[in-house]
């Protein structure tokens, strides 16, 4: 009690801007999610503060928000490393620690660098990777032919089937062949869990290492994937979908064939297909909480933050800061064709922030990158896609969001048209 009081009263003089009953109480927060306020989405309820407020922002008597490119070096990149934040916790399974739930920053780092290696590039990039996204992403195409051939005009569920699809490749990758945890035969096709958990371990042990590698790899990039098909479908990007196929065309990706990784890394518009849809779809758009040491205070952006803080930035406030983003809200593929050398590029990368940065940066980006650019690539080389009739008023415009809350992004229910080219 003592210590909650010695902080509200710090707070009340405190120069960090922010609501006031921020100062005394995070309930305020908790109340506009159950009114529905931005339809729950916290996020968007705390950008709104860095609107009105600046880049730094207290959201709580003991948490504060920076949103600002300076920032992120300071506090996820620090000499000492800062503490995961409490939320981190909630994602620990049979009441123990994991990789993604583990709150001590050198005990993180152990756990993580038994896996790092198998996140590489060039592993990801080597042929036991490959070969298991073209096993399974040859069995989704097929899917879409066997539904769509029937039926030309039959109308699918877009995120289901990419959910699917993204589970089944997690699946193989984090338990290996039959689903199991063993080594496998083939030392560069190592499952993942075999290099995070000994063949002795507990089998408690297994189970919430394996809960917490395959849930987020797979939950993120099938809602980044979603978020790439309703962009590309979208009537207001028909030519932004016909300007990727052509590219694909010219490069020689057929219909029906699995490009090679090295092929789709050098294909300019995907990437920017890819990039600008992080930047306006993050897939982890919410707090990345950190904790300030206790025997020492963080200065951020001039501000002085008390020992024990949590502070935290969020991808969706970088992502929509119209300086390096002129018109943030559009979907602009072409922003991002531009040269990497110029100040406008550089601007734009620095406030690019889907993975994180730092010791807890996503460790699965390569194989998120790959993987999207693979099934992208096989899906707009095959088909057209557009939203069915059911996203559109009388005269073809697109509903409102609040006409529309039965559909993507409210809820999982993506209904497209694949018809084949």
């Not at 395959?214 to 939950?219: C, F, K, Q, V």
């Not at 092929?263 to 300019?268: G, M, P, R």
């Not at 993050?282 to 707090?287: A, E, L, M």
């Not at 970088?318 to 390096?324: A, I, Y």
Request: aromatic content about 8%; hydrophobic content about 35%; overall charge neutral.
């Amino acid at each position: 009690m003592l210590t909650a009081t010695k902080r509200i009263a710090q707070n009340i003089w405190s120069p960090i801007p922010g609501p006031n009953l921020a100062k005394f109480s995070n309930l305020w927060i908790q109340y506009n999610v159950l009114r529905g306020v931005d339809s729950g989405r916290v996020w968007e309820t705390i950008h709104k503060l860095h609107l009105k407020y600046g880049p730094v922002v207290r959201i709580a008597p003991n948490s504060v928000s920076v949103c600002h490119p300076d920032a992120l070096r300071t506090i996820y990149h620090g000499p000492r490393g800062l503490n995961g934040g409490v939320l981190l916790s909630t994602l620990r399974q049979y009441n123990s620690e994991n990789l993604v739930s583990t709150l001590n920053s050198d005990l993180h780092f152990s756990r993580r660098r038994h896996v790092f290696g198998l996140y590489s590039a060039s592993v990801v990039a080597g042929s036991a990777y490959q070969a298991i996204f073209r096993t399974y992403i040859n069995q989704f195409m097929e899917r879409i032919e066997n539904e769509t051939s029937s039926s030309p005009s039959r109308v699918t569920n877009g995120l289901e089937w990419i959910t699917w699809l993204t589970g089944d490749i997690m699946i193989r990758l984090v338990y290996g062949n039959e689903h199991n945890i063993r080594l496998l035969a083939d030392e560069g096709s190592r499952d993942i869990m075999s290099e995070l958990v000994p063949r002795t371990s507990a089998s408690n042990t297994t189970a919430l290492e394996a809960i917490a590698t395959l849930y987020p790899s797979t939950r993120t990039t099938n809602d980044f994937l979603g978020a790439v098909l309703w962009r590309l479908s979208h009537p207001e990007n028909e030519a932004s979908q016909e300007k990727l196929r052509q590219e694909l065309h010219e490069a020689g990706i057929k219909p029906g064939e699995h490009p090679d990784l090295s092929t789709l890394q050098k294909l300019s518009y995907l990437n920017c297909v890819l990039k600008e849809t992080l930047r306006t779809n993050p897939p982890i758009p919410i707090q990345l909480p950190r904790v300030v040491k206790d025997d020492e205070a963080l200065t951020v952006m001039g501000f002085m933050i008390e020992p024990g803080t949590n502070i935290a930035s969020q991808s969706y406030t970088l992502h929509q800061d119209p300086n390096p983003y002129p018109d943030p809200e559009k979907w602009k593929p072409e922003r991002w064709e531009i040269s990497p050398k110029s100040d406008e590029y550089r601007q734009m990368q620095r406030s690019f922030w889907p993975f994180g940065s730092g010791a807890r940066m996503c460790t699965g980006m390569n194989v998120a990158w790959a993987m999207s650019r693979s099934i992208i690539a096989r899906i707009f080389s095959t088909y057209s896609v557009s939203l069915d009739d059911i996203w559109l008023d009388e005269n073809g415009i697109l509903l409102s969001p609040e006409k529309r809350k039965d559909l993507y992004p409210s809820l999982p229910n993506q209904p497209l048209r694949f018809k084949k080219i």
